[in-house]
């Protein structure tokens, strides 16, 4: 057998690198924002386990949202 990749192989390699570049890069102040306020969203749950992805995604909508005001009330 050969260990060359066909074809096909190559362009689907080629596809998810491409998919990648299209990922915002990485912001450590707006990440850290992000745990915060899920940390806080979590302390209002009564410190139940088994929310943090819902707690980080409602966290980033938050400050998705807020942001988006805060722009507007600029314009």
């Not at 074809?7 to 850290?32: F, I, M, Q, T, Y």
């Not at 929310?51 to 400050?63: M, N, P, S, T």
Request: aromatic share 4%; hydrophobic share 30%.
């Amino acid at each position: 057998m050969s260990s060359k990749p066909r074809r096909d192989e190559s362009a689907s390699a080629e596809g998810s690198h491409a998919d990648a570049a299209e990922l915002p890069a990485e912001n450590p102040a707006r990440d850290e924002e992000i745990r915060s306020r899920a940390y806080e969203i979590y302390l209002e749950r009564g410190q139940q386990a088994g929310g943090e992805l819902d707690d980080w995604l409602k966290a980033e909508r938050e400050l998705e949202g807020a942001a988006m005001m805060g722009s507007r009330a600029r314009s």
